[in-house]
């Protein structure tokens, strides 16, 4: 089968890092995305990983390990903003996206 | 903005009523979704297209849905017969078929079913 795993919420402090893991089964595999979604808006794109390793992108990088089913999201130099809920999104055999429920950070003074 | 746009963005409608709503992608690409997401979920898949052609459907999707995109530009997802469980947000995303195929979400239409 297919499956997602994210913690449910996380709580960080503004400056702090956090990183949000992911573990997932797909029935093949073509790529892992990251979105973010601010409450009550759409989903947007964040980073994404097609091979092993990491890919930096200002505060935010993404690590994959395709042999293990995992990848994190790492967010640096924690903003009020990052405040939102944070989707990842393996794509499997038929190329299209998985979505899991997505982890709720909450980021405090 | 991504480009996306959703049209309406709030509906309000009782229960037994049809509702329509469209979605006007990023005009280059060729491939559209539809999605459904409540409270505390992830998005869950409805249907995409290709161009005109509609590839896939969730089999999950009630007969009470459907959705054309005639000409291979905007789109329109109908819902007939409403019930009090469709009440949800509806998202659309557009992507370029090419290897990373990103997908661009429109803004959403919020519906209320009473």
């Known amino acids: 089968g297919q499956n997602i795993d994210q913690p449910t919420e996380m709580t960080a402090t503004e400056g702090a890092i956090v990183q949000i893991n992911c573990t997932y089964q797909?029935?093949?595999?073509?790529?892992l995305f990251w979105y973010q979604q601010h409450a009550g808006e759409a989903p947007t794109f964040l980073s994404y990983n097609v091979l092993d390793g990491l890919e930096e992108k200002g505060r935010f990088s993404s690590f994959l390990s395709r042999s293990k089913g995992y990848s994190y999201l790492l967010l640096k130099e924690l903003q009020m903003k990052d405040s939102a809920s944070y989707l990842c999104?393996?794509?499997?055999?038929?190329?299209?996206?998985?979505w899991g429920a997505g982890t709720k950070l909450i980021i405090k003074p | 903005d991504t480009g996306v746009s959703q049209d309406p963005r709030h509906k309000i409608t009782k229960r037994g009523q049809n509702v329509t709503f469209r979605c006007d992608p990023i005009?280059?690409?060729?491939?559209l979704y539809w999605y459904r997401q409540t409270l505390g979920q992830g998005p869950e898949f409805l249907t995409y297209f290709q161009n005109e052609a509609q590839l896939e459907k969730s089999r999950l999707l009630s007969d009470r849905f459907s959705a054309e995109r005639p000409k291979g530009s905007f789109s329109t997802l109908e819902i007939q017969r409403t019930e009090q469980g469709d009440s949800a947000m509806y998202l659309c995303?557009?992507?370029?078929?090419?290897?990373?195929?990103?997908?661009?979400f429109g803004p959403g239409t919020r519906l209320l079913v009473l």
């Open positions: 995303a557009s992507s370029l078929l090419v290897a990373q195929e990103t997908q661009y």
């Open positions: 797909t029935s093949g595999f073509n790529g």
């Open positions: 005009s280059e690409h060729n491939r």
């Open positions: 999104a393996p794509r499997g055999s038929n190329y299209q996206l998985i």
